[in-house]
């Protein structure tokens, strides 16, 4: 089972840049914003070089005009960035290349594909393909689509000129996800929010087209189960503001990570001093991998036990039982030939140092009270009555910061379904929310959840699965409502009523069928081997972002399930809480 990261980086090389290779000829790659982060994501500099790029440049950047190379482009076909091709080729003596290739990460509208045959460019242009990848794969089985504004057009409530457009790209970047993948899923959306049938109908058709083009994609028995699952941020609008426990979630919440690099202090100038260090956190660190999902109590001593197992094995002198960041250095000086691994070491135990400082100032104060309120019941199992007595202490306390207090009152009011205006007023008082926050929880209301009592509809509350055991931390009781969802799809148990199928196209159906499918279309490669285990897919899509705490399920209900199905979710774009705030903020329809 290929990861998603191997998936799009072979199909970077194989589609885009190896069958461009001339021996002896050297050629420039240039890339825009989303296929910049594409490319940095899932394919090496070394592996690029070696097939005869000699640099990497930025399409929105002014650059050194290279005019006896030719030049890749790998662009979104968006009056953008086709505008800056064009610009590239103004005249027919004065160009930045010899010659462009071009290839678009998705389907190009016909306007600009009109626009580019009139222009000058075109007489420079030999090649022009679409390679159908506008997706930027995150993690193994995590993507976005890395546009927050495709999530702002769709809850905003002002009429906006772009919202059409805006959606059109989602549903065509979701539809490259599903061909990349070569699935052909059946679709499903959530029925409670009514803009969702637009978009499932747009992805619908968009898949149509791709399978047209590529009548094997979802053949198999095992892909004609698979499904997409569309769903709203308002089907669980409490994830997003509790602070979670587990390593990944908790550092991307709390410390200032930027493009998954963290900044930290560490022993190793020349005289032991501190120097300020940068780590990227990602898949070829291993120690991230094991340690992202598990909560953050159990990685605090793990990195510490490991790092001692580590020195013993090594037989490091002098270490015997000690781990702080001061023996580290020691040891770094002791043994050069074990610099990475102490290194990720030492960056694991400021992470997760980090993380306890935040932990043991407000954090767990707030945890206690946040779980209790996404609940409704304490840590004993027993219903709370008056919800009011716990969260006062907090909105009172001028040591919490106003966005801090806002995730309070907002897992309050949905807790509650909506409070009066009085009540309301009374809460942002207590909690002296500053006169420009108090939008921030009003517009929640957009997300189609009721805040104040007579907006919104009434939801019915979703039953949950009962999950808590002797091994549940009592400040991790909460489990994401998408873990209840994944579970029930993959078993037939997904209720059709509130989660309809697009067109009729039922999984059942597929269950049954699949036989007849697979005659009507050949037999199943038999040339794949083990490594393409064919395993049925389910691809989850949130609209308005997919939190840290929503990717660790995906990989909980895979691994539940013995790897029978592969388990992707991804969204607009990735969520932390404060970015979740802003994101509310913006909504607002007077600013």
């Not at 890339?31 to 790029?53: F, H, K, N, P, Y």
């Not at 059109?168 to 070569?182: D, H, K, N, P, S």
């Not at 946040?370 to 219903?383: N, P, V």
């Not at 994401?480 to 029930?488: A, H, N, T, W, Y």
């Amino acid at each position: 089972k290929m990861a998603l990261k191997a998936v799009v980086g072979d199909r970077i090389m194989n589609d885009v840049i190896k069958p461009l290779r001339k021996k002896g000829e050297w050629k420039v790659l240039v890339v825009d914003q989303l296929s910049m982060r594409m490319v940095s994501a899932c394919c090496s500099m070394t592996d690029i070089t070696s097939e005869g790029i000699t640099m990497v440049e930025d399409l929105g950047k002014r650059r050194q005009p290279i005019p006896n190379m030719e030049a890749i482009y790998l662009i979104s076909p968006t009056e953008e960035s086709t505008n800056l091709l064009m610009r590239d080729f103004g005249t027919a003596h004065n160009t930045m290349y010899r010659a462009a290739h071009v290839f678009f990460s998705e389907a190009c509208p016909e306007k600009l594909f009109e626009q580019i045959a009139k222009h000058p460019v075109s007489k420079f242009v030999k090649s022009l393909k679409e390679v159908n990848l506008a997706f930027l794969p995150y993690e193994q089985q995590v993507y976005s689509l890395d546009t927050r504004d495709g999530a702002f057009e769709f809850y905003t409530p002002r009429p906006s000129p772009n919202r059409t457009a805006r959606l059109e790209r989602v549903a065509e970047q979701i539809a490259t996800l599903c061909a990349t993948l070569g699935e052909y899923p059946a679709v499903r959306y959530r029925i409670d929010y009514d803009k969702l049938p637009e978009l499932s109908q747009l992805i619908q058709q968009k898949l149509n087209a791709y399978k047209a083009d590529d009548p094997t994609m979802g053949d198999g028995p095992e892909k004609a189960r698979s499904q997409l699952l569309i769903l709203d941020r308002g089907f669980d609008p409490v994830s997003p503001l509790i602070h979670e426990l587990t390593y990944q979630a908790m550092c991307y919440d709390l410390l200032s990570i930027e493009n998954d690099v963290y900044r930290f202090e560490a022993k190793g100038g020349p005289a032991g001093e501190m120097v300020e260090k940068d780590a990227l956190l990602d898949e070829n660190d291993e120690l991230w991998v094991e340690f992202r999902h598990q909560h953050i109590a159990v990685v605090s001593s793990q990195v510490t036990k490991k790092l001692k197992d580590f020195a013993t094995e090594k037989r490091v002198k002098g270490s015997e039982g000690k781990t702080t960041m001061k023996d580290l250095s020691q040891m770094l000086k002791r043994m050069p030939q074990y610099q990475k691994e102490l290194r990720n070491y030492s960056l694991h135990l400021a992470l997760a140092e980090d993380c306890m400082k935040n932990y043991s100032g407000n954090v767990e104060k707030l945890c206690r009270v946040e779980q209790d309120l996404a609940m409704g019941t304490d840590a004993e199992g027993e219903k709370i009555r008056d919800h009011m007595r716990n969260i006062v202490p907090i909105l009172l306390d001028q040591n919490i910061s106003p966005y801090d207090k806002i995730r309070v009152i907002l897992l309050y009011i949905i807790g509650k379904n909506g409070i009066s205006e009085e009540n309301f007023n009374k809460l942002i008082q207590h909690a002296q929310i500053p006169d420009e926050d108090k939008h921030i929880i009003i517009n929640m209301q957009y997300l189609g959840l009721s805040i104040l009592q007579d907006t919104g509809r009434r939801k019915g509350k979703v039953e949950r699965k009962d999950r808590i055991t002797q091994q549940t931390y009592q400040l991790s009781r909460w489990t994401p409502v998408i873990k209840d969802i994944m579970e029930d799809a993959i078993d037939d148990k997904l209720d059709q009523k509130y989660f309809p199928f697009l067109t009729g196209r039922s999984t059942t159906a597929g269950f049954a069928s699949s036989g007849a499918r697979s005659a009507r279309y050949g037999h199943w490669h038999k040339d794949k081997g083990p490594a393409d285990r064919s395993v049925p897919r389910l691809i989850i899509f949130i609209m308005g972002g997919v939190t840290y705490s929503e990717m660790r399920c995906a990989y909980e209900v895979t691994k539940e399930t013995g790897q029978k199905w592969d388990v992707i979710i991804g969204g607009t774009h990735l969520l932390t809480p404060p970015c979740f705030l802003k994101d509310l903020a913006a909504l607002d329809p007077s600013s």
